[in-house]
C-alpha cells in the first residue's frame, strides 16, 4: 500500500488556477441538503434554483417521439432547432437574427465557458452575480473585474458605474455579463437602464453576454432583451433549464449579432474537439419549446402567477420581520439582508454571511446561500433564497382548474407551498430570537 501511495501523481502538478478550487456553491448545497434529508433530518432546499414546475407537456412528447435519435447532429446544433431559436428571438424582441446566428451547446454553463476560453479580454461582473461567472474566468486564467452594486440601487448596476470603470482604461477588449431577471436578486432593469447601459457599451466597444435564462419569467411577463439597444454588441443567452422546467436536459442557446459571426465559429470549432454535439433527442424536443403556441404560453402564465404571488409574500414576511428585502421582479430568487441584526448575531458568534447561512441550516434546516457566493463582502450580511421547494405540478393544476380571476392568497401558499412557507416563518423566528 505504501509503494503503491508513493507512486502517486502529487496534487502539486494540479493546474495553478484550479488548485483549491471548491465545487459551485449552488451544487454543493443541494449535495448537502441531500445527505441531511438521508440522515432524517427536515430540510427546506432553498439553496439550487431548480425549477419547481414539470417540463411542459408537449416537450416532453417531442422527446418521447425523438427517444430514437441516435447519430451525432452539427456541431453549432440541430438545423430546425436553431430557426427555432431565431425565430423565437425574432418574435419577443425584433431581433434580426437567422439559424446561422445561433449556436447550440449542452446547457448555456458550457457556452460561458467557451466564450471565456475564445475571447481574450477582461471579464465585467456586476455583483451580486450568480457563482458561475467568476470561477469559469479563474479557470481559464481572464482578469476578472466586479462592479458592486447596492440595495438603494436594488442591486443593480448603472450606466455611469460601467463607464466610470471602462474609462479608466479606454479600448480595452472587455466582456461584461448582465443577469436579469437576476439570479440571486430577482430584480430586472427597465427599458431605459438597458439603453443607458446599451450607450456606454457601444461607447466603449464592449460585448455584453446578456444572460437572459429568466427572461420567460418575468412576472409580468414584459422581459426586453439589452440587445433591442446594442444589437450589434449583444450575445444572448437563454435554454431550457430554468423556463421549461428542463434544468437536466442541460441545453443551452447562444444568439448572436452577425457583427460576432467569427466568435461563433471560433466556439464551434473548440466545441468540435470538446463535447462534439448536444444532446440528439433534447434537441429535436427543443424544437418544441422554443416555437411556443398556445400550450406554452398557458404555462408560462402559471408559472409567472405562482412566483409572483410566491416571492411577493415571502418578501413581505421577510421585511415584517426587519430582515431587509427588495420584492422580486422575476425568476424565483431574493435577497434578503440580515443587517438589521448584526449586533445581535454577533452576540452568537456570527460575523459573516457564511456563519450565519450555516447556523440557520443547523438550527432550523433552511438551507440558502452566503451572499460571498455570490461575489457580495463577507462581512455583509445577505444571503440568497431560491423559493423553489414545492410541487410545481401540483401547484399549475389547482391554477389551471380554477376561475378567472382566481388569487393566490396565504392559503394556496400554505397548502401548495409549504415547504417555503414554513422555512419562511422558521427564518423570521430564528432571527427575532438573535
Known amino acids: 500500500m505504501a509503494d503503491s501511495d508513493s507512486k502517486r501523481i502529487p496534487d502539486v502538478h494540479i493546474n495553478l488556477n484550479i488548485r483549491g478550487m471548491k465545487p459551485s456553491a449552488t451544487v454543493a448545497i443541494n449535495e448537502r441538503s441531500n445527505e441531511l434529508l438521508a440522515e432524517g433530518r427536515n430540510i427546506y432546499k432553498l439553496g439550487l434554483g431548480q425549477s419547481p414546475f414539470p417540463v411542459p407537456d408537449a416537450v416532453v412528447s417531442e422527446l418521447k417521439a425523438n427517444a430514437y435519435q441516435k447519430d451525432y447532429l452539427p456541431v453549432k446544433g440541430l438545423r430546425i432547432l436553431r430557426e427555432a431559436v431565431a425565430d423565437y428571438h425574432r418574435r419577443g424582441e425584433g431581433s434580426a437574427a437567422t439559424g446561422d446566428d445561433v449556436l447550440i451547446g449542452p446547457g448555456s454553463k458550457e457556452l460561458m465557458f467557451l466564450l471565456q476560453l475564445v475571447y481574450y479580454g477582461d471579464l465585467v461582473i456586476p455583483t451580486p452575480a450568480w457563482v458561475s461567472y467568476a470561477p469559469q474566468a479563474k479557470i481559464i486564467g481572464r482578469n476578472v473585474n466586479f462592479l458592486h452594486t447596492d440595495a438603494e440601487h436594488d442591486w443593480l448596476l448603472t450606466a455611469d458605474q460601467l463607464d466610470e470603470h471602462c474609462s479608466e482604461d479606454e479600448g480595452r477588449p472587455r466582456v461584461i455579463i448582465l443577469n436579469y431577471p437576476s439570479n440571486p436578486t430577482g430584480r430586472t432593469y427597465t427599458p431605459k437602464q438597458l439603453e443607458d447601459i446599451a450607450s456606454v457599451a457601444k461607447k466603449h466597444k464592449l460585448v455584453i453576454l446578456s444572460d437572459e435564462i429568466y427572461g420567460e419569467l418575468h412576472h409580468e411577463g414584459n422581459h426586453v432583451s439589452i440587445s433591442r439597444y446594442y444589437p450589434k454588441g449583444t450575445i444572448i443567452s437563454a435554454g431550457l433549464s430554468k423556463w421549461c422546467g428542463a434544468g437536466g436536459w442541460r441545453l443551452g442557446t447562444f444568439t448572436f449579432p452577425r457583427e460576432l459571426r467569427w466568435l461563433l465559429d471560433a466556439m464551434a470549432s473548440v466545441a468540435s474537439e470538446t463535447y462534439t454535439s448536444t444532446s440528439a433527442p433534447i434537441q429535436y424536443a427543443a424544437v418544441r419549446a422554443f416555437r411556443g ?24 414576511q421577510l421585511n415584517e420581520a426587519a430582515i431587509r428585502c427588495i420584492k422580486p421582479e422575476g ?89 417555503v412557507v414554513t422555512a419562511t416563518r422558521q427564518i423570521c423566528d430564528w432571527v427575532s430570537k438573535a
Do not use: M
Open 293 to 316: 403556441g398556445t400550450e406554452i404560453e398557458r404555462y408560462l402564465w402559471r408559472s409567472r402567477k405562482v412566483l409572483k404571488a410566491l416571492g411577493n409574500w415571502i418578501a413581505d
Open 331 to 419: 425568476g424565483f430568487y431574493l435577497l434578503p439582508d440580515f443587517g438589521p441584526f448584526r449586533e445581535l448575531l454577533s452576540e452568537r458568534g456570527i460575523y459573516t454571511n457564511a456563519q450565519l447561512t450555516a447556523r440557520l441550516l443547523d438550527d432550523t434546516g433552511v438551507a440558502i446561500l452566503p451572499g460571498s457566493d455570490f461575489g457580495r463582502p463577507k462581512d455583509e450580511l445577505t444571503a440568497r433564497l431560491a423559493y423553489v421547494d414545492f410541487d410545481g405540478a401540483r401547484a399549475l393544476s389547482v391554477v389551471e382548474s380554477s376561475p378567472d380571476g382566481f388569487t393566490i392568497d396565504e392559503h394556496f401558499l400554505d397548502t401548495h407551498c409549504p415547504n
